[in-house]
T-cell receptor, first 113, second 111 residues
Framework: NAGVTQTPKFRVLKTGQSMTLLCAQD?????MYWYRQDPGMGLRLIHY???????AKGEVPDGYNVSRLKKQNFLLGLESAAPSQTSVYFC????????????FGAGTRLSVL | RKEVEQDPGPFNVPEGATVAFNCTYSNSASQSFFWYRQDCRKEPKLLMSVYSSGNEDGRFTAQLNRASQYISLLIRDSKLSDSATYLCVVNSPYGNNRLAFGKGNQVVVIP
């Protein structure tokens, strides 16, 4: 069972470059989330989606955009990367009726130089 | 005040011993509580939900104290494989009931 799959696993960017992180889930979950995890801090929610075609801002949305064109995919975009966006990014998904039980992908380690 | 606060540790525990740690949450309106486990350089995974009456899952016991706004996790008969960071997670009444994650309690089980 694949569960939640994130690509790429690692990436190094230069300041100002753009990139898209892909999250795919095969569990038919309605809800999907993007988090970032930084040393000494808990996971922080960037954006989330409660269904295909809908997205909403989380705690720390600035500098990121998202899209959910298909139920199984949730894309996170960085239009102009900054060193402050160096982090580990986790995607997660959940069923609507049990949204507190989230299943995470393996993470993407991003460094912005 | 942070929504969820945890003492990061590390908690160094001899194999076979018992370890316990708490986390505090700031919003009395929170309704759902969880412990997630995160291994080094891996993703978080749900360990257990925390119910008002307290609950056990094998060697793990979780308790909730609403009056003092803290939850606890106790691990009995620690195994080497229990070495991980344990994340305290609370649903937040802000922002469409999102989850608020603590920094985690790092547990290192020593042979």
């Amino acid at each position: 069972n694949a569960g939640v799959t994130q690509t790429p696993k690692f990436r190094v960017l230069k300041t100002g470059q753009s990139m898209t992180l892909l999250c795919a889930q095969d569990m038919n979950h309605e809800y999907m989330y993007w988090y970032r995890q930084d040393p000494g801090m808990g996971l922080r929610l960037i954006h989330y989606s409660v269904g295909e075609g809908t997205t909403a801002k989380g705690e720390v949305p600035d500098g990121y955009n998202v899209s959910r064109l298909k139920k199984q995919n949730f894309l996170l975009g960085l239009e102009s990367a900054a060193p402050s966006q160096t982090s580990v990014y986790f995607c997660a998904s959940s069923l609507r009726q049990s949204k507190n039980i989230q299943y995470f992908g393996a993470g993407t380690r991003l460094s912005v130089l | 005040r942070k929504e969820v606060e945890q003492d990061p540790g590390p908690f160094n525990v001899p194999e076979g011993a018992t370890v316990a740690f708490n986390c505090t949450y700031s919003n009395s309106a929170s309704q759902s509580f969880f412990w997630y486990r995160q291994d080094c350089r891996k993703e978080p995974k749900l360990l257990m939900s925390v119910y008002s009456s307290g609950n056990e899952d094998g060697r793990f016991t979780a308790q909730l104290n609403r009056a003092s706004q803290y939850i606890s996790l106790l691990i009995r008969d620690s195994k080497l494989s229990d070495s991980a960071t344990y994340l305290c997670v609370v649903n937040s009444p802000y922002g469409n009931n999102r989850l608020a994650f603590g920094k985690g309690n790092q547990v290192v089980v020593i042979p």
